[in-house]
């Protein structure tokens, strides 16, 4: 929920690292005003890109580097 009152919600399939982990490291997780981090996971989300309706953005990133 943000500060707002307003709740963001994403389907875990848009985020596959999240989606093929076990229950319990999933649940490792630490909030920020700018997103949501799983340190054991390797895995940032920001709410800039929650509210942007971003998923996954590894794939598009390896592609723009390549």
């Given at each position: 929920?943000?500060?707002?009152?307003?709740?963001?919600?994403?389907?875990l399939?848009w985020?596959?690292?999240?989606?093929?982990?076990?229950?319990v490291?999933?649940?490792?997780?630490?909030l920020s005003?700018?997103?949501?981090?799983?340190?054991?996971l390797?895995e940032?989300?920001?709410?800039?890109?929650?509210l942007?309706g971003?998923?996954?953005?590894?794939?598009?990133?390896?592609?723009?580097?390549?």
């Open positions: 929920m943000l500060s707002d009152v307003r709740t963001i919600g994403a389907p399939a985020f596959p690292s999240l989606l093929h982990a076990d229950p490291s999933r649940q490792g997780f630490e005003v700018h997103g949501i981090h799983w340190g054991a390797d940032d989300i920001s709410v800039m890109g929650l942007a971003f998923g996954d953005q590894t794939r598009r990133n390896r592609k723009r580097a390549a």
